[in-house]
T-cell receptor
């Protein structure tokens, strides 16, 4: 079945760049998303990329999509302590039986001052 | 303000006592779904609904029921809760199944 994989933890120093990686299996995904979950809160959409794009930049966020390798990454420039959260990669199961969002297990980003 | 509202935010209950977690959205979204979030397992979809009176099972539907009598509401029903349903639950809505999902704040359920 469809699957989304991410590393579970990432630790960086304040001011450095963070890169969170994700791989997925469904080649027919229409959209790929990055969600952020702060402690005690729901998920908030950070950014998304359409499957026919290679890159999308939005202020400090850069999303790179390698469709051939089914690899998605989120780069956060000048990481701040307020960026500490869990980041979920998700794909819209375009070819799946349900068409629902398939989430990775989340990457916990810790930003050290 | 566009939002998805879940109630209650926190609930502790006993095994076997029926409960309902409500979910309401004010964005006129057609697609709504319920997820549970467990440590090490990420988010798993329980049930989803593509429109009024149209619901279907997600990945982990056992022990849950849903209904979609109105577009804005999508309650999650646990007829006989068990301790393995202790989890953090999220309701989400979107225009359709492919577009951005808006999430509620979550309901932390403990079944003792």
């Amino acid at each position: 079945g469809e699957d989304v994989e991410q590393s579970l933890f990432l630790s960086v120093r304040e001011g450095d760049s963070s890169v969170i990686n994700c791989t997925y299996t469904d080649s027919s995904s229409t959209y790929l998303y990055w969600y952020k979950q702060e402690p005690g809160a729901g998920l908030q959409l950070l950014t998304y990329i359409f499957s026919n794009m290679d890159m999308k930049q939005d202020q400090r966020l850069t999303v790179l999509l390698n469709k051939k390798d089914k690899h998605l990454s989120l780069r956060i420039a000048d990481t701040q302590t307020g960026d500490s959260a869990i980041y979920f990669c998700a794909e819209s199961g375009g070819g799946g039986s349900q068409g629902n969002l398939i989430f990775g297990k989340g990457t916990k980003l810790s930003v050290k001052p | 303000e566009a939002q998805v509202t879940q109630n209650p935010r926190y609930l502790i209950t006993v095994t076997g006592k029926k409960l309902t977690v409500t979910c309401s959205q004010n964005m006129n979204h057609e697609y709504m779904s319920w997820y549970r979030q467990d440590p090490g397992l990420g988010l798993r979809q329980i049930y989803y609904s593509m429109n009024v009176e149209v619901t279907d099972k997600g990945d982990v539907p056992e022990g849950y029921k849903v209904s979609r009598k109105e577009k804005r509401n999508f309650p999650l029903i646990l007829e006989s809760p068990s301790p393995n349903q202790t989890s953090l639950y999220f309701c989400a809505s979107s225009l359709d199944r492919y577009t951005e999902a808006f999430f509620g704040q979550g309901t932390r359920l403990t079944v003792v």
